[in-house]
């Protein structure tokens, strides 16, 4: 996640009503007028390729659409999303960001050994140096930069990708999509260093939603959702996101699309958001999409299992913290010739759990809303208050 502040494309997230795809779409044609493409017609193509032959693009699996809309098109769509019909909501699209250069995500005491030899500082909180399930047949989507796909620890990984940007391949020019992937899914057994990843058997979906610069729109995102649900993904894993204003509604469309993937068996994990400065005793809000109830939302913790300093919070009612894991410090896998590196961030909180959680699905045949309490229920307790750390320390089976 980054510190920029929240923007919008100038494009709008148009939401359907359940099971009105087809009625919703010409609606939302008759209303606008606008000529659409649909995903049901030209599957697995990036949306910026949609995009630019249309006016619009539906997802029609997760019955979303995105606009390009002019005002009077606009205030026509926005009364239709406050009357009873198929349209349900309307929106701006948001930018989201992965980490930048002057985030608080930036490379953090890199020469600090680990807690031993053999398994990071992040795998021994959260249990994964000892755990037996591996997550083996369990497909974990990754939504951020990418994945270098000549990384070595990677070379002999079942591993499905796709590219939601226009014009990118899924190789990782940024790094930030590696280093979550390794967390999340990387070896737990290394020779070139401690072992650092969690789910380390599970099939690898990564998405590319975000560009070489760290950056990317909601329908890439959703457009990656659509593809892990597509795919049987037990776990969607999404270090990225923007920040909002305190007292701010959640996006309407995220919320409904993740209840949706529940619906199919998907639970969606995601950042809290680096906003805060809690050591100047600001504490900011949960970032959007993590603030969505119905997507887990992860805060971060350092060695010491207290609340990162820039770790988003529990600051009203909407957004909450569900739990946390650690996030200083964290050593994993990075493209080229460098291999490996440590970052710090919520970014980097958010594989450890999405690591369990596989854990838990291939253990358990847990899924969704069952994989959520297993999380829940199973975390360790901390002495830190439920709005910083919600249920506690993710911890593995």
């Not at 609606?27 to 032959?53: H, K, Q, W, Y």
């Not at 205030?75 to 406050?82: I, N, P």
């Not at 409904?256 to 998907?266: D, F, L, S, Y």
Request: with cysteine; net charge negative; proline share 5%.
């Amino acid at each position: 996640m980054t510190t920029n502040e929240e923007s919008s494309t100038g494009r709008y997230l148009v939401l359907l009503e359940d099971d009105s795809t087809i009625i919703g779409t010409r609606e939302l044609t008759r209303l606008t007028g606008l000529r659409l493409a649909n995903t049901a017609d030209a599957a697995g193509a990036a949306p910026g390729e949609l995009f630019s032959a249309a006016s619009g693009i539906v997802l029609h699996q997760l019955g979303i659409a995105l606009i390009s809309a002019d005002p009077d098109q606009a205030s026509a769509l926005e009364r239709a999303a406050q009357e009873t019909g198929p349209i349900a909501a309307f929106e701006p699209e948001r930018r989201v960001f992965a980490i930048d250069e002057d985030s608080p995500e930036a490379d953090i005491d890199a020469d600090a050994p680990e807690a031993d030899g053999e398994f990071t500082w992040g795998l021994h909180a959260v249990r994964a140096d000892r755990t037996k399930p591996t997550g083996k047949g369990i497909r974990v989507a990754v939504l951020d930069t990418g994945l270098d796909l000549k990384h070595p620890d990677f070379a002999d990984r079942d591993i499905v990708t796709g590219s939601f940007v226009e014009g990118q391949d899924v190789q990782d020019g940024h790094g930030h999509g590696t280093h979550v992937i390794g967390t999340s899914c990387g070896p737990r057994i290394s020779e070139a260093g401690p072992g650092y990843g969690i789910a380390s058997q599970a099939s690898i979906y990564a998405g590319k939603v975000l560009g070489d610069d760290g950056s990317g729109g909601d329908i890439g995102i959703l457009s990656g959702i659509e593809w892990a649900i597509s795919n049987g993904c037990a776990v969607v894993s999404m270090s990225l996101g923007a920040p909002v204003q305190a007292g701010q509604a959640f996006s309407t469309a995220y919320e409904r699309v993740a209840r949706r993937a529940m619906a199919r068996g998907t639970l969606i994990i995601a950042a809290a958001g680096n906003e805060s400065e809690r050591s100047s005793g600001l504490i900011a809000p949960v970032g959007h999409p993590a603030n969505c109830p119905s997507i887990m939302a992860v805060g971060a913790v350092d060695q010491q299992t207290q609340i990162a300093d820039f770790s988003s919070g529990t600051v009203d009612e909407i957004g909450q913290v569900d739990l946390v894991g650690p996030g200083v410090g964290v050593y994993s896998s990075w493209p080229g010739a460098e291999r490996y590196r440590k970052l710090s961030g919520t970014s980097m909180a958010t594989p450890h759990v999405s690591g369990v959680a596989a854990l838990y699905a291939q253990q358990h045949r847990e899924r969704a809303w069952g994989l959520w309490a297993r999380l829940s229920q199973t975390a360790r307790r901390l002495l830190l208050t439920s709005t910083d750390v919600g249920a506690g320390l993710v911890q593995a089976p």
